[in-house]
């Protein structure tokens, strides 16, 4: 059972389309990371959010912290090939000091 | 630019023959992690040092090995490669661990083949 329940496990969308995936868990989190992974590449941290409720944008990207943080979205507004990869989510448990991570949502943006 | 290098990118190597993957980092972070990532899977945390002390997972394999013998650099050793130690092995690191790690910085990782 993943601690970090990611959902669509995959996506395959038209250019220019929005889209939001999802991160939940039954445990509360101090913080949430969220990373995109190319193929044949390392993941790259896109953002942290610590507090409940938390609202972060990077450019197309929103990124949301449940209030009760337990879960967390990505919304991604008119999808760009350059987006295709895989999107990671990893959070450290209330009280622990492990990242965890989920299994991801494989994102395909096709032109 | 400071970052995570990992070498090699490619490696195959043959069953039960020892191989070693190096990490180096220039962020000057005190904790470096190994992790292990299967086709569509999540990365699985194999270990990390923080500082000089070495942190194992319960379920790592005793197949599996580390050295950080200074700060910049972190080995992972495997060995007895087996086919199902087939994998991209990602090192990550981190200023502190837990929360107040604010995200890792990753390598581009190696990709081993078992063969």
């Known amino acids: 059972t993943q601690l970090l329940e990611q959902s669509p496990q995959f996506l395959s969308i038209q250019e220019g389309e929005n889209l939001t995936v999802y991160c939940n868990s039954s445990?509360?989190?101090?913080?949430l990371q969220w990373y995109r992974q190319e193929p044949g590449e390392g993941p790259v941290l896109l953002v942290t959010v610590v507090t409940g409720g938390e609202v972060k944008k990077l450019k197309r990207l929103t990124f949301q912290f449940g209030d009760a943080r337990k879960d967390s979205s990505l919304h991604i507004t008119a999808a760009q090939t350059g987006d295709t990869g895989l999107y990671l989510c990893a959070g450290v448990r209330a009280g622990g000091f492990k990242t965890i991570f989920g299994a991801g949502t494989r994102l395909f943006v096709k032109a | 630019d400071a970052m995570v290098i990992q070498n090699p990118r490619y490696q195959v190597t043959q069953f039960g023959k020892p191989v070693t993957l190096s990490c180096s980092q220039t962020?000057?972070?005190?904790?470096m992690y190994w992790y292990q990532q299967k086709s569509s899977q999540a990365p699985k945390l194999l270990f990390h040092?923080?500082?000089?002390?070495?942190?194992n997972e319960a379920d790592t394999p005793d197949n599996f090995q580390s050295r950080r013998p200074n700060t910049s650099f972190c080995f992972l050793d495997i060995r007895s490669p087996g086919l199902g130690d087939t994998a991209m092995y990602l090192c990550?690191?981190?200023?502190?661990?837990?929360?107040?790690?604010?995200?890792?910085?990753f390598g581009s990782g190696t990709r081993l083949t078992v063969v």
């Open positions: 040092y923080y500082d000089k002390d070495f942190n």
């Open positions: 962020l000057n972070h005190n904790v």
């Open positions: 990550a690191t981190s200023r502190d661990p837990g929360r107040s790690s604010g995200g890792y910085t």
């Open positions: 445990s509360v989190f101090s913080s």
